[in-house]
């Protein structure tokens, strides 16, 4: 499955923010299997938006108000604190399913949810949840989407020792050994892709879901002018 596939990937691979991306985005998944969206269209003369499915959004805001995470540990059911391995306060909400990074600074980061909607309302929630534990805070902060992954299936496999010559070893890194996927770095989008053997691959680093529209689009125009897909 393509969740035990990724889960392999070396953090090392990726800059700091999609690090730490694919780390919370697995450990919310654990060993459960994603749900991939399979088809995939793809026309000599026109290319269709191609169907993917975002499987965690990242966004943070900022409360503008020092938190005693101390203090909202006791207060917050759900809440995780253990400021001896980790700085932050972990607070998981159940609707909609997400977890949400609070520290000490009033600065937050939500993942776990699917869409920009749920991100707003887990936001929002979150912002609930603290006020009932006496904490003043003003306004509504608008959430920053700082990474979306999401998942997709070329509908056949590729040949990713191929792919490495056609595609430009200046952009890609491909180490079967290590890591059985092929690593990929868009620049426009700036994106980074996990291509797989299978066809499967994982997109992060997107803020807005166009860029995975256009990030997979992309590859498959190139894959395909190389005579890899059909």
């Known amino acids: 499955m393509l969740c035990q596939e990724a889960a392999q990937v070396r953090y090392s691979l990726f800059p700091l923010p999609v690090r730490i991306e694919c780390m919370v985005f697995f450990t919310l998944l654990g060993n459960r299997p994603l749900r991939l969206i399979i088809s995939f ?27 005693d995470l101390t203090r909202l540990a006791l207060d917050l059911n759900g809440a995780e604190y253990e400021p001896e391995t980790f700085p932050g306060l972990i ?12 520290f000490r600074s009033g600065k937050l980061v939500c993942t776990g949810a699917k869409t920009l909607t749920n991100v707003k309302s887990a936001i929002n ?23 979306i992954v999401a998942s997709a299936d ?29 690593v990929y770095r868009l620049t426009n ?21 166009e860029n995975v529209e256009a990030a997979i689009i992309k590859i498959r125009e190139e894959l395909h002018a190389a005579g890899l897909l059909l």
């Open 41 to 67: 269209h793809y026309s000599t003369k026109a290319i269709i938006i191609p169907n993917y499915k975002i499987q965690n959004i990242v966004a943070s805001a900022n409360l503008n108000v020092e938190l």
């Open 189 to 209: 989008p700036k994106v980074v892709i996990l291509l797989f053997g299978s066809g499967r691959l994982v997109c992060t680093g997107a803020k807005v879901p």
């Open 91 to 102: 607070f998981r909400i159940k609707e909609p399913k997400t977890a949400t990074l609070l």
């Open 125 to 147: 929630t979150v912002i609930d949840r603290i006020r009932e534990a006496g904490v003043n805070i003003e306004g509504r902060p608008v959430p920053e989407v700082q990474n």
């Open 154 to 182: 070329l509908g056949q496999p590729v040949n990713l020792t191929s792919a490495v010559i056609s595609l430009g070893l200046d952009r890609v890194e491909y180490e079967p050994e290590v890591f059985p996927g092929m």
